[in-house]
């Protein structure tokens, strides 16, 4: 009988029995939970692509063992908004058009969402050193930094 | 009144009306049945999926929606919308009355998936042919509906009018709404990129465009900000396991034992062993992962495959040459030469590169008794079809690809041997298998960009002229792998299966069109360093081969002013023999505010230097022309191109902000291969697995400022656009470094490293 643990993802409670209580957080999203994102990038905390938000920060889910996010609160992409009421961040990315094929979204977004909470006014040097690491392969880059700019810069 | 029967008739209807005009089109015994029944035209069933049925492209559906089905896809570059603003356009309907779906082979006909940056050049043409016959098809109804000759009827968002007859409206849904045309369009017999499909209806003049030449915003963006796009790695289906491969450790290992008691502990896991290909299968995803991390398994210790790193120019130099080609020289350039007042020569050095994918390659394989379902992100989703068909023995129409979005994909990368190895798995468990690669497998594993040596050479005479130009690229083959996935004994699955390697030779030259007179381009290509599934096999990379040619190229362009001095921008006017290249030098020169840049820049001091540098490009008909100002730190040797402009002539602008957002990541995309992107490896194995050893661009190096001049030519048909403006990046970048530091690079990337080592 493994570890019993409960998460609250995008507003709704889970308990899970973990056999293997070294599964990361980004199975029980995926494999359990059936949800569509966070994404497999690299399983090695080094791109971006399963990021969630726990406890609203941005954390990379394929290395947190989901044991360590117990009664935790997750975000995913999914929970910030919805296409009536999107989150402004979302809204953003939208009406600047940013991303190619999205696969890296999650880690931008997430980030971003953090980013404009703590740092509404962020300048150009702070959203470049928010986002450094995240990886994006298709070279979104400039799209994303004017997205966080109609944020930061409305503010 | 004929013109519009031929218009209305089909070859196969024709035969069954015995070609009756257009009177009897509405009586003829045929008609109840096939045409004229009470739910509207067209025919109940739908015909064949081939290529010249005008069925296979284009259906109107009752509530007045039209369906275009294209055989390309759209790997995040916006050409979904593209398409269905050609196809608004010649149907007359409203853009949002249109969807478009792509690439699933049961819907679709095999047009050669994202592919050469064709899916307007070449991909839109047949869609565009297509959908201007249907509107032919569907006046010639509504005619036939208003007894009135076609000339007479207007149409409006799919609406048809009967001109000074307010009341007589009907809508092409009600005309053939869930029905079929069974029109048969001519078609050229090729498949792939070079499928055409043509009708005999005239095509819109492009100055009565309405949709084509707006910024329709993709509707996929926010599909996936919201979490509601599936992408193929979404994909679940009943009874699926989950499958990972496991790589021999080094280069052209194989297997001599495996100890299955070694993931003995986990629960339900299947082993799978053809020969060296190893995968295991388990109910839960993090089980697969962990088992194939646990397997043992004795690989054989093979004598190294490669030679070091640091000989691999060395290698490729002295290395037999197993293929040659390039265009017929014109003069005699080696005489040319000896007769020069003076000559120069350089010779440049590109490394292999990975296509290293976001997410590495995803595919879900359903193999059944009778029939095959494939899901899949890969770009060719037809050729990963015929792949499967080919590995399992089995007709290419058993098998179904469904195309889904996946993570980007900038030519062969690791989609096609993922469908493979999922087929082998699928088949051997008897469940749906899904194969998703770990991040090594997509970084070290996939097909790489060529290393390349590029040796040029020029003659310049008494009075400052060039005369006489060499160049040559020596090369590994652009295709070690072939470009499409349907051949099993050109994937990883089927080499590590045993099955015969072979390689087509193949390499190029330089597109650009300047005219020395006297000059000389070939290419030769050396042979594989492994004659078995290799880590460094070579594919199609983005833009394939353009930015390694274009950098020795381009770069010597600069080489070649300064030793004539001229300014560079004035050295490429001059010599430059291409009226749309010109304008777009020109162009790119206006919006940077070029200032001739005459003579060497000698050895600037300070920490930090400012340059700016330019270069060309040509691939097929589009031209770009970039010019860069980049920033140079002496301590610590990084390049920061801060700032770019881009002039940019594709043809015909079919959707102006989505393809100011292709340039902007084509510019970041070659910016990340020109600065750091080289696959490292040691004499066993490549070493370059993951982010940290395989580093990419990070947002810090990102530019600051991209400007973009478009030259729209809207009397041209549309041109690619997906990866020209990647070829003149890591030239531009070099010629600017020049010019910041006095100091030329002629070994790509320009790295860190590189740079601090050539200031000490
Ligand atoms: S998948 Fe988690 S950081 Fe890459
Ligand atoms: S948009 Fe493709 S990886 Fe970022």
């Not at chain 2, 959908?131 to 076609?150: D, N, S, T, V």
Request: glycine content about 8%.
């Amino acid at each position: 009988m493994g570890k019993h643990i409960t998460l609250q993802v995008d507003g709704s409670s889970h308990d899970f029995d973990m056999a293997d209580p070294t599964t990361p957080l980004l199975y029980l999203l995926r494999d359990d939970l059936g949800l569509n994102n966070p994404h497999f990038g690299c399983g090695l905390s080094q791109c971006g692509a399963c990021t969630v938000l726990v406890n609203g920060t941005p954390m990379r889910s394929c290395v947190l063992p989901a044991t360590a996010a117990n009664d935790a609160n997750i975000t995913t992409l999914a929970g910030l908004g919805t296409p009536e009421h999107p989150h402004p961040v979302q809204q953003a990315f939208i009406d600047e058009q940013a991303f190619f094929c999205g696969y890296c979204m999650n880690g931008w977004v997430m980030t971003a969402v953090a980013l404009v909470r703590d740092k509404p006014h962020a300048t150009d040097a702070e959203i470049r050193h928010a986002f450094s690491g995240l990886k994006c392969r298709c070279g979104s880059h400039m799209s994303i930094i004017r997205a966080v700019k109609r944020l930061t810069e409305a503010a | 009144m004929v013109a519009f029967n031929q218009l209305m008739l089909s070859r196969r209807r024709a035969l069954c009306t015995g070609g009756a005009l257009f009177v009897s089109f509405a009586t003829s015994a045929c008609s109840s049945s096939e045409t004229t029944a009470a739910t509207g035209m067209g025919s109940a069933t739908k015909p064949a999926l081939t290529p010249p049925e005008l069925d296979s492209w284009i259906a109107v559906k009752q509530d007045n929606s039209v369906v275009g089905y294209f055989g390309k896809v759209d790997v995040g570059l916006g050409i979904q919308v593209a398409i269905a603003q050609i196809i608004a356009d010649e149907l007359d309907v409203g853009f949002d009355q249109v969807s478009v779906v792509m690439g699933d082979t049961a819907f679709t006909v095999n047009q050669g998936g994202a592919s050469g940056s064709t899916g307007l050049e070449l991909g839109s043409v047949s869609v565009r042919n297509a959908a201007a016959q249907a509107r032919a098809q569907l006046l010639a109804m509504a005619a036939a509906k208003f007894g009135a000759p076609a000339s007479r009827l207007t149409v409006n968002d799919g609406i048809v009018s009967l001109a000074d007859e307010p009341g007589k409206t009907i809508s092409y849904g009600d005309l053939i709404g869930g029905r079929y045309f069974d029109y048969e369009l001519t078609w050229n017999h090729k498949i792939g990129n070079e499928l055409l499909v043509e009708g005999t209806a005239p095509l819109k003049n492009h100055a009565d465009y309405r949709v084509v030449g707006k910024s329709i915003p993709r509707a996929d963006i926010a599909d996936k900000l919201f979490g509601n796009e599936v992408f193929n790695t979404d994909v679940r289906v009943p009874g699926m396991l989950h499958g990972r491969m496991v790589r021999p450790p080094v280069a052209g290992a194989i297997v001599v034992k495996v100890h299955p008691e070694s993931v003995q502990l986990l629960p339900d896991v299947q082993l799978v062993v053809h020969n060296n290909l190893v995968g295991v299968v388990a109910a839960k995803e993090w089980t697969a992962i962990q088992a194939a991390k646990l397997l043992k398994i004795d690989w054989s210790t093979p004598k190294p495959a490669f030679p070091a790193e640091a000989d691999l120019y060395k290698t490729i130099e002295s290395a037999k040459t197993v293929g040659k080609g390039g265009p017929k020289p014109t003069g005699d350039t080696k005489a040319t030469m000896a007769a020069a007042s003076k000559t120069i020569e350089a010779t440049y050095l590109w490394p292999f590169q990975s296509h290293a994918s976001m997410g590495p390659a995803c595919a879900i394989v359903d193999v059944q008794p009778d029939h095959v379902t494939i899901w899949t992100g890969d770009q060719k989703p037809h050729y990963v079809r015929d792949g499967v068909a080919a590995l399992l023995g089995v007709p290419a129409a058993k098998v179904h690809a469904i195309w889904l979005r996946g993570p980007g994909s900038y030519g062969r990368n690791d989609g096609g041997d993922s469908a493979m190895d999922a087929a082998v798995l699928s088949k051997a468990v008897g469940k749906p298998v899904r194969v998703q690669y770990m991040r090594i497998d997509a970084t070290a594993w996939d097909p790489k960009g060529p290393a390349s040596v590029h040796k040029t050479s020029a003659g310049i005479d008494a009075n400052g002229k060039v005369v006489a130009y060499h160049y040559r690229s020596i090369a590994f083959s652009r295709e070690n792998i072939a470009s499409h996935p349907d051949d099993p004994t050109q994937s990883l699955a089927g080499q590590f299966m045993g099955m015969p390697v072979s390689s087509k030779q193949a390499f190029d030259v330089p597109d650009e069109t300047y005219d020395f007179g006297v000059q000389h381009l070939d290419w030769e290509v050396v042979p594989a360093l492994l004659d078995r599934a290799s880590p460094l096999r070579t594919s199609h990379l983005r833009d394939p081969l353009g930015p390694q040619i274009n950098f020795a190229s381009e770069c010597f362009m600069d080489e070649l002013a300064l030793a004539t001095n001229m300014d560079p921008v004035a050295f490429r006017l001059k010599y430059l023999k291409d009226k749309r290249g010109t304008v777009v030098i020109e162009a790119a020169a206006k919006a940077a505010n070029w200032q001739p840049q005459m003579g060497h820049p000698g050895k600037p001091q300070g920490v930090l230097l400012k340059g700016r540098g330019m270069a060309f490009a040509r691939r097929k008909d589009t031209r770009v022309a970039v010019i860069v100002d980049v920033e140079v730190d002496r301590h610590t040797g990084r390049v920061w191109p801060r700032h770019w402009f881009v002039a940019h002539d594709c043809g015909l602008i079919v959707n102006p902000n989505t393809l100011r957002r292709v340039i902007e990541g084509n510019i970041v995309h070659a910016t990340s291969r020109a600065l750091f992107e080289e696959v490292a490896f040691n004499p066993h194995m490549v070493t370059s697995v993951d982010w940290l050893s395989y580093p990419i661009l990070d947002i810090k190096d990102a530019p600051e400022s991209i400007n973009i001049t478009l030259i729209n030519h809207k009397d041209d048909l549309p041109l690619g656009a997906g990866e020209p403006s990647s070829r003149p990046v890591a030239s531009a970048i070099a010629n600017a470094v020049f010019n910041a530091t006095g100091i030329r690079f002629r070994q790509a990337p320009l790295t860190k490293a590189r740079v601090k080592a050539a200031f000490i």
